[in-house]
C-alpha cells in the first residue's frame, strides 16, 4: 500500500480513508490560506464555526437526521456517554438494558450509579454471540428509556431489527457502527457514537438527540458540562471542543457523501464482511463465533480450535503484514475489524492469507 501503510485490522481506534488523510495532509500546515492549522485556530473564529457548521450540515444530509433532533460533539469517549445518558434522561429514575456483550454491560453497570436498571432480555446464555428475540419485551410503565448497544464491538454482534420498545425512547450506542448503513433517526429518542471506532481520531462522540429529550430540570449534581441541554443550547461550543475532531469527522462525513451516501457505503460493507464471512463458512479450522443473524458487518470475531492455534495465526498474520487481529483480552480469540475505511482488498488479503494458513499448516 501507498506510504507503506498496512492493513490496519484495529477494532479502534481505526483506518481512515486515505483520501482524508491525504486532504488532511495538505491542509495541516495552513487551512485555505488561514495561515494556520485546525489545531491553531480559535473555536471562536468565522473559519471554524464554518468547519463546525458543514460538518452539521454535512452528517444530517448523510443520515437524514430530522429537524427536530439537535446533532451534539461533546467531548470524551464512549465511556463518558455512559454516565451522561442515565443522567439526562433517568426522570423517573428507572431505565431498561439489553444486555448483549461487554459494552451493553458497561453502560448498564454506569447506569446503576444514578437510578434502576431493569434487564428485560440478555444473551448471556450463549456468550453473547446473538441478538435476543426482543419483539415483545417487558417494559414497566415508569422506564425512562429502553438502551442497546446496536453493534458490539467485542463480540462482533449487531441487531438484525430493532426493538419494540412499548413507546419508550429507544438509546442506541452505535459507536462501532456509526455510518456503516442508512439508519432511520426518527425511531430512536438518542443516538450516540464513540467516532474513533468508524469516522475519525478519538477522544469525542457525535450525539444525536430528539429536542423533547433535553431538559432544564436536571438534579443538581450533574456538572453543567454533562447535560446535553448545555450543549444543545450552545452549538457544541459551551467550550473549546476537540476542534480536531470535529475537523476530521467533518472531512469523513463529506467523503461518504461524495462516495454515494450510506446506501452504497452498506452495499460495499456488505460485500466486504461476506468476502470474511463466506471463507469461515467454509472453513474446517476458522469458526465464526457470532450467530448467522446477529452477525456483524463491522468486527468479525472468529477462532481456531484453539488458543495456542489462535495465538500463532495472529503472529503469523503480523509478520504477514496484517496488524491487529487480536481479540479483545476480554473475549480471546480473532477478531477483523473491518470498518467502512477497510478497503474490500484487505479483507480479500487477509482472506487469501487465512485460506492459505489453513492449507499449509
Ligand atoms: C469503544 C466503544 C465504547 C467506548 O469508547 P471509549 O471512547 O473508549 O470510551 C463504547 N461502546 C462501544 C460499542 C464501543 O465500541
Known amino acids: 500500500m501507498k506510504y507503506g501503510r498496512v492493513y490496519n485490522f484495529s477494532a479502534g481506534p481505526a483506518m481512515m480513508p486515505e483520501e482524508v488523510l491525504e486532504d488532511i495532509a495538505a491542509e495541516v500546515l495552513n487551512y485555505r490560506g488561514s495561515g494556520m492549522s485546525v489545531m491553531e485556530m480559535s473555536h471562536r473564529s468565522q473559519v471554524f464555526q464554518e468547519i463546525l457548521d458543514t460538518a452539521e450540515a454535512d452528517l444530517r444530509k448523510l443520515m437524514g437526521i430530522p429537524e427536530n ?9 464512549g465511556t463518558v456517554q455512559f454516565a451522561m445518558v442515565p443522567m439526562n434522561l ?3 429514575g428507572a431505565a431498561c438494558y439489553i444486555e448483549t456483550g461487554v459494552w451493553s454491560k458497561k453502560a448498564l453497570a454506569e447506569a446503576k450509579r444514578y437510578g434502576e436498571v431493569l434487564v428485560p432480555a ?4 450463549r456468550q453473547f454471540s446473538y441478538i435476543p428475540d426482543c419483539s415483545s419485551l417487558e417494559i414497566p410503565e415508569n422506564a425512562d428509556y429502553v438502551y442497546l448497544c446496536e453493534n458490539e464491538t467485542i463480540n462482533g454482534i449487531t441487531w438484525p ?3 419494540d420498545t412499548k413507546g419508550k425512547p429507544l438509546v442506541s450506542d452505535q459507536s462501532s457502527m456509526f455510518l456503516s448503513r442508512p439508519c432511520d433517526v426518527n425511531h430512536y429518542g438518542l443516538i450516540w457514537a464513540g467516532v474513533q471506532k468508524n469516522v475519525g481520531p478519538a477522544g469525542m462522540s457525535v450525539v444525536i438527540i430528539r429536542e423533547d429529550l433535553l431538559r432544564d430540570d436536571l438534579p443538581q449534581f450533574v456538572p453543567t458540562y454533562m447535560c446535553y441541554k448545555t450543549h444543545a443550547d450552545n ?3 459551551y467550550n473549546t471542543p476537540n476542534s480536531w475532531a470535529i475537523y476530521c469527522c467533518g472531512k469523513v462525513f463529506r467523503y461518504l457523501l461524495d462516495n454515494g451516501g450510506l446506501k452504497a457505503q452498506a452495499k460495499r460493507n456488505e460485500e466486504k464482511a461476506a468476502v470474511l464471512y463466506d471463507f469461515l463458512d467454509g472453513s474446517s479450522f476458522f469458526r465464526a463465533t457470532a450467530e448467522k443473524d446477529s452477525r456483524s458487518l463491522m468486527n468479525v470475531r472468529f477462532v481456531t480450535p484453539s488458543m495456542e492455534e489462535d495465538a500463532a495465526v495472529i503472529a503469523a498474520a503480523k509478520a504477514a503484514g496484517f496488524e491487529n487481529l487480536k481479540g479483545h483480552k476480554s473475549a480471546g480469540g480473532l477478531r477483523a475489524s473491518i470498518y467502512n475505511a477497510m478497503p474490500k482488498a484487505g479483507v480479500e488479503a487477509l482472506t487469501d492469507f487465512l485460506r492459505k494458513y489453513e492449507k499449509q499448516r
Not at 122 to 125: G, P, R
Open 90 to 92: 433517568m426522570k423517573n
Open 122 to 125: 440478555s444473551s448471556a446464555d
Open 69 to 77: 433532533y439537535k446533532v451534539l460533539f461533546v467531548q470524551g469517549g
Open 161 to 163: 431489527a430493532l426493538p
Open 235 to 237: 452549538g457544541s461550543l
